[in-house]
């Protein structure tokens, strides 16, 4: 998988910008502030119909503008094809494949990315958000149809917090609703679950191949799985889950959910909020026995969370049919010291297809100094540092 063009209108602090990529690796540097992780920010959107940043789509909108375009050229071996998304800052998003219309959630299936930027050390510090959210990202990339079961489990989930916030006021007939809604969220809710211990179970080797080949040593990186059905009192934190390392039979799976919610509802209908569901899981990250939140130091988390994506991008491409995922790294090698990066470059650069964003060049290791494209406030430069004089007839070949 490749990107061969990258054009956004309205994106961020881009008015119109057009960047050609090349196999490979492409090193795009610039001051703090131009713009470049915008343009990888766009990228990563496509491939998981979220920024890494933000959580709501109006932060990627340029002020003044009521909608952004993203359009993407990608190829695979001799195949060449448009993927287009407008991002709408008062109405639902749209998307195109090849100048047709296509649902937005599909887009996945196109488009495969995996990218690693400072923030993910919150993968390993933050709260357990954070980590579903990664889980199910990585998910709809291995699956894209999981997508449809998230969305439909997350509007289920509504739907049942709202009615249990108004069963008091409405009684026996709220209770017989409860039912039918319980079915439903048993339903999709057992499918995530059932994926999520797939994908942790898969992880586990290529985290820890990973974490030794970034370190050059083994802190003993594991994961493992807490599951709110498994609890014994599910509550509205962490304390409320039970840790697994078994990947349960889906009959399990569903049973447990089952019985879970029904031991749960008086508390549920007190608190108004639907306590057990994949909604409240979590996945632990331990290094040398101890949990990583906590207990890793700055180093350890960042290596510990480059470490998930360079497993991510490993998983994706040993299953994929369409080629290596397009790896993204965003200010990564500002973090590390010389050992770690030229680690890091020996793991990377038989990518298919990397892109490196960088404020000092000299920071990216001289075996990854592929294409490079010079960044300032908002303009697309050539390796001299002059503007990209071809954009315009770039643009108007794109559409």
Do not use: C
Request: glycine letters at 8%.
């Amino acid at each position: 998988m490749h990107v061969r063009r990258l054009n956004l209108v309205d994106f961020r602090n881009y008015e119109n910008a057009d960047l050609l990529l090349a196999d490979g690796v492409n090193v795009l540097v610039g001051s703090n502030g131009q713009g470049k992780t915008n343009l990888v920010e766009a990228l990563g959107y496509l491939s998981t119909l979220g920024s890494h940043r933000v959580s709501s789509d109006l932060a990627l909108v340029r002020r003044g503008a009521t909608s952004a375009i993203v359009r993407a050229l990608l190829g695979h071996a001799d195949r060449e094809f448009l993927v287009e998304l407008q991002i709408n800052a008062s109405s639902a998003n749209k998307a195109q494949v090849g100048r047709s219309p296509a649902k937005v959630r599909d887009l996945p299936r196109y488009f495969s990315s995996v990218l690693f930027a400072p923030e993910d050390m919150a993968l390993v510090r933050g709260d357990p958000s954070g980590r579903r959210r990664f889980a199910d990202e990585l998910l709809v990339l291995r699956s894209p149809r999981l997508a449809g079961v998230v969305a439909d489990y997350e509007r289920s989930l509504r739907q049942r917090n709202t009615l249990l916030k108004s069963a008091r006021a409405t009684g026996a007939k709220a209770l017989a609703t409860l039912d039918l809604w319980d079915e439903r969220i048993v339903e999709f809710g057992t499918q995530i679950i059932a994926a999520r211990l797939g994908l942790v179970d898969d992880l586990r080797p290529h985290v820890a191949a990973a974490y030794r080949a970034i370190v050059g040593a083994d802190h003993g990186p594991r994961l493992s799985t807490q599951l709110s059905i498994l609890s014994r009192r599910p509550d509205a934190d962490e304390e409320g889950t039970e840790g697994t390392d078994a990947v349960l039979p889906v009959d399990e799976i569903r049973d447990r959910f089952t019985e879970a919610l029904a031991a749960a509802r008086p508390r549920e209908l007190e608190r108004g909020l639907t306590l057990v569901g994949p909604h409240r899981d979590d996945i632990v990250f331990e290094l040398n026995g101890l949990p990583a939140r906590g207990y890793a130091s700055h180093g350890e988390s960042w290596s510990f969370a480059l470490s998930l994506k360079l497993a991510s991008a490993e998983l994706l491409r040993a299953e994929a049919s369409s080629g290596d995922p397009v790896l993204i790294l965003d200010d990564v090698f500002a973090e590390l010291d010389a050992p770690r990066r030229r680690r890091l470059a020996g793991a990377i650069q038989d990518y298919e297809q990397v892109l490196i964003t960088s404020a000092v060049a000299e920071d990216v290791p001289e075996e990854l100094h592929g294409t490079m494209v010079r960044i300032q406030a908002g303009r697309i430069l050539d390796r001299d540092g002059t503007e990209d004089s071809s954009a315009e007839a770039r643009q108007e070949e794109a559409g």
